[in-house]
């Protein structure tokens, strides 16, 4: 299998984000709380989300984490391993707060250096004609 590049993985991260940003936006909290058990596609969903996003994570170099410090990469990665190994055990209680609060400075981040990649692929395009 290819390696995935540096702009798949923050594309991986902009899609799982987004998702759970806009699923997350349309929710009450006790309905959000309500899922493992009153719709389990929906939570399924949200737990996919967490664990692609979390993967994807895992793949960004240091470079780029240390231009955006306030975003918790390690903690992303971490609630990977959590949401994906501890199947039955996920408080949803603390993922709520995880995918309003700081899943938008990711998403933010991750929009970012997509730019900078986009604006260097283009100085060097320029650069070759």
């Known amino acids: ?3 995935r590049s540096v702009t798949d993985r923050l594309l991986d991260i902009r899609e799982a984000a987004t ?6 936006a349309d929710i009450a909290t006790a309905a959000f709380h309500a899922l493992p ?4 596609m929906a939570y ?14 895992k ?4 470079d780029i984490r240390q231009r955006h410090r306030t975003v918790d990469w390690k903690g992303f990665a971490g609630l990977r391993d959590l949401v994906t190994h501890r199947y039955f055990g ?5 993922l709520l707060p995880i995918i309003r609060d700081e899943v938008p400075g990711l998403l933010a981040a991750v929009e970012t250096e997509l730019r ?3 604006e260097a692929n ?6 070759t004609q």
């Open 116 to 118: 900078r990649l986009d």
């Open 122 to 127: 283009e100085a060097a395009r320029r650069d």
């Open 44 to 57: 399924r969903a949200v737990k996919n989300g967490l664990s692609e996003l979390g993967e994807a994570v």
């Open 1 to 3: 299998m290819a390696r």
């Open 59 to 62: 793949a960004i170099p240091d």
């Open 90 to 94: 996920i408080e949803t209680s603390r």
């Open 19 to 24: 998702d759970l940003r806009d699923f997350a």
């Open 37 to 40: 058990h009153a719709d389990r």
